[in-house]
């Protein structure tokens, strides 16, 4: 993993603050392992086994996310991966295990020695869907027709991931139906029905869904909100809604590696959004995307320093719809969609088909309150920094309490994707 140096200000006379490493070295020097070796000693926050659960699905989550972004160059991305990863830790309940480690090795349960793996995520999942939070997220497991599905596959998803499995009718329209109430009912009604047909040679469909509206722990002032410039790249400029707070207090740090502003801001619920904002307008953001990692992203949170700037927001209403399947093939997967072993779910041979994904996204100016953080907490700069999100830009929406990836998007163009 790469030395994290984040400063305030990338110029030499004014103000340079230089929080010079202090990642690596406030965790104490390498100690030599049994064979002389040294081995970096493991971040107290990842020895919590749900916090090192949340770091192994959220890296698969930012694999899916370079995947997508690299098979789409000019297209927004959303994504919320941790629905993902739960459909497909569900389905490795069912998985005997050559195909169990295929999944698991996906998901970096190889890299966690924790005995029981889906007792902790279902105490994942409750941590990080809990009403506070905003954050809604459901996944399913969708098998062909009259498919006898063995009681102990049934039971053990129940018991861990509070799902059942659904058998389809063979009837597209109806099974479209059943889908879409499903969707309704897990996001209420916040993420739109479906009017796709249902592709007719489902074997076993996965589906994750997820819906999130941000509440800004200060929220902005919709007078100030206006049309303003987003620039797409260096010569395309389009105008959409910028919120903008004058004095906002946010987290930052400048990092001169990916020559990239990075900003957190807080919303409530324990959440926060990091934003990574190239110093240049550009649409190639693949500096960035190939250092995200759960690692990284923590060292990231502990460094920032907070300090009041000029900022400006888009408002931003995504939505998504759409098949996966493709990514999940070029991510060490391949094997689930041609001959995976799942005898534990049922005596025929059945294989991945489809993964769907399902997702709302927004925010605009709501938030809990106006009053910011205490001003004794804020870094002096002796000249006021600016930070507008106002060119292409990655965000990562985070759950503060166990450092799951809950969304996380390339904004390419905040008109929509
Ligand atoms: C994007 O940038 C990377 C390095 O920063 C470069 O290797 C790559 O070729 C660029 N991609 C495109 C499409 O320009």
């Given at each position: 993993?790469?030395?994290?140096?984040?400063?305030?200000?990338?110029?030499?006379?004014?103000?340079?603050?230089?929080?010079?490493?202090?990642?690596?070295?406030?965790?104490?020097?390498?100690?030599?392992?049994?064979?002389?070796?040294?081995?970096?000693?493991?971040?107290?926050?990842?020895?919590?086994?749900?916090?090192?659960?949340?770091?192994?699905?959220?890296?698969?989550?930012?694999?899916?996310?370079?995947?997508?972004?690299?098979?789409?160059?000019?297209?927004?991305?959303?994504?919320?991966?941790?629905?993902?990863?739960?459909?497909?830790?569900?389905?490795?309940?069912?998985?005997?295990?050559?195909?169990?480690?295929?999944?698991?090795?996906?998901?970096?349960?190889?890299?966690?020695?924790?005995?029981?793996?889906?007792?902790?995520?279902?105490?994942?999942?409750?941590?990080?869907?809990?009403?506070?939070?905003?954050?809604?997220?459901?996944?399913?497991?969708?098998?062909?027709?009259?498919?006898?599905?063995?009681?102990?596959?049934?039971?053990?998803?129940?018991?861990?991931?509070?799902?059942?499995?659904?058998?389809?009718?063979?009837?597209?329209?109806?099974?479209?139906?059943?889908?879409?109430?499903?969707?309704?009912?897990?996001?209420?009604?916040?993420?739109?029905?479906?009017?796709?047909?249902?592709?007719?040679?489902?074997?076993?469909?996965?589906?994750?869904?997820?819906?999130?509206?941000?509440?800004?722990?200060?929220?902005?002032?919709?007078?100030?909100?206006?049309?303003?410039?987003?620039?797409?790249?260096?010569?395309?400029?389009?105008?959409?809604?910028?919120?903008?707070?004058?004095?906002?207090?946010?987290?930052?740090?400048?990092?001169?590696?990916?020559?990239?502003?990075?900003?957190?801001?807080?919303?409530?619920?324990?959440?926060?959004?990091?934003?990574?904002?190239?110093?240049?307008?550009?649409?190639?953001?693949?500096?960035?995307?190939?250092?995200?990692?759960?690692?990284?992203?923590?060292?990231?949170?502990?460094?920032?320093?907070?300090?009041?700037?000029?900022?400006?927001?888009?408002?931003?209403?995504?939505?998504?719809?759409?098949?996966?399947?493709?990514?999940?093939?070029?991510?060490?997967?391949?094997?689930?969609?041609?001959?995976?072993?799942?005898?534990?779910?049922?005596?025929?041979?059945?294989?991945?088909?489809?993964?769907?994904?399902?997702?709302?996204?927004?925010?605009?100016?709501?938030?809990?309150?106006?009053?910011?953080?205490s001003p004794l907490q804020v870094t002096r700069l002796t000249f006021p920094l600016d930070y507008h999100l106002n060119q292409p830009f990655i965000f990562v929406l985070r759950d503060t309490d166990t450092g799951a990836l809950l969304f996380i998007g390339k904004i390419l163009d905040p008109r929509g994707t």
């Open positions: 993993m790469r030395a994290l140096v984040l400063l305030l200000w990338a110029g030499t006379l004014l103000g340079q603050v230089n929080c010079q490493n202090v990642a690596s070295s406030s965790e104490g020097s390498p100690v030599p392992d049994s064979t002389g070796e040294p081995v970096e000693e493991e971040d107290p926050f990842f020895k919590i086994p749900v916090n090192k659960l949340a770091a192994a699905i959220s890296n698969f989550g930012y694999d899916l996310y370079r995947q997508r972004s690299s098979a789409s160059p000019t297209a927004n991305v959303l994504l919320s991966p941790l629905s993902m990863a739960t459909a497909l830790s569900a389905l490795s309940l069912g998985a005997e295990q050559r195909t169990e480690s295929i999944i698991h090795r996906a998901l970096y349960y190889d890299l966690i020695s924790n005995p029981d793996i889906h007792s902790t995520y279902k105490e994942l999942l409750a941590t990080v869907t809990a009403p506070q939070k905003n954050f809604k997220s459901a996944s399913r497991v969708v098998f062909e027709r009259k498919l006898r599905v063995k009681s102990s596959f049934v039971a053990a998803l129940e018991k861990s991931y509070g799902t059942r499995p659904r058998i389809m009718t063979g009837n597209p329209r109806i099974d479209l139906q059943e889908i879409n109430n499903w969707v309704q009912a897990q996001m209420k009604g916040k993420v739109a029905r479906s009017t796709r047909e249902m592709p007719s040679d489902i074997s076993i469909l996965l589906l994750g869904v997820a819906y999130f509206k941000g509440q800004w722990v200060t929220k902005f002032d919709s007078r100030k909100t206006s049309l303003q410039d987003f620039h797409l790249d260096e010569d395309r400029t389009v105008r959409v809604p910028m919120m903008s707070d004058p004095k906002a207090i946010l987290r930052y740090g400048l990092d001169s590696d990916l020559n990239c502003k990075i900003a957190q801001l807080p919303l409530t619920g324990s959440m926060s959004i990091i934003f990574f904002l190239p110093v240049r307008a550009t649409q190639n953001l693949t500096m960035i995307e190939e250092s995200l990692t759960s690692e990284f992203i923590h060292d990231i949170d502990r460094e920032l320093k907070t300090i009041q700037a000029v900022l400006t927001v888009p408002k931003l209403k995504l939505s998504y719809e759409g098949e996966v399947s493709k990514s999940l093939q070029e991510m060490k997967l391949q094997s689930l969609f041609e001959t995976p072993d799942f005898s534990k779910i049922t005596g025929k041979p059945v294989k991945l088909t489809q993964m769907e994904h399902r997702l709302g996204f927004e925010w605009n100016e709501d938030g809990a309150g106006t009053t910011p953080t």
